[in-house]
């Protein structure tokens, strides 16, 4: 079992960057069994696919409307999940939340079982 909670959000201009953090408690297992994401859902619109990484970090994905402004990583030894942000636009604004599964190489919300509840992060423009 395992429980996730973000952190790191706020009100950054259009052009800035944030850093999310979400930390991992696990149960019966360590946090390198699962591969981890992150998802975002804008108020009014449904939950988008952001990134995701494989266990070990290998094998990374990107949603299409982030791709060269995000990097995801992990640091396995911390049970911690990150995502850098930069060049941000206002359509960035949303609740980020955390994702985990078992699984070996998630790229869909779908793939993934365990949630957090999320952070606020809001771009002016």
């Known amino acids: 079992q395992v429980q996730l909670e973000e952190s790191g959000g706020g009100l950054v201009q259009a052009g800035g960057s944030l850093r999310l953090s979400c930390t991992a408690s696990?149960?019966?297992?360590?946090?390198?069994?699962?591969?981890m994401g992150w998802s975002r859902q804008a108020p009014g619109k449904e939950r988008e696919f952001v990134a995701s990484?494989?266990?070990?970090?290998?094998?990374?994905y990107y949603g299409d409307s982030v791709k060269g402004r995000f990097t995801i990583s992990r640091v396995n030894d911390k049970n911690t999940l990150l995502l850098q942000m930069d060049s941000l636009k206002p359509e960035d604004t949303a609740v980020y939340s955390c994702a985990a599964t078992e699984g070996s190489y998630p790229n869909r919300l779908r793939d993934f079982d365990s949630w957090g509840l999320g952070t606020q992060v809001t771009v002016s423009s």
């Open positions: 696990v149960s019966g297992r360590t946090f390198e069994d699962y591969s």
């Open positions: 990484i494989s266990r070990s970090g290998n094998v990374i």
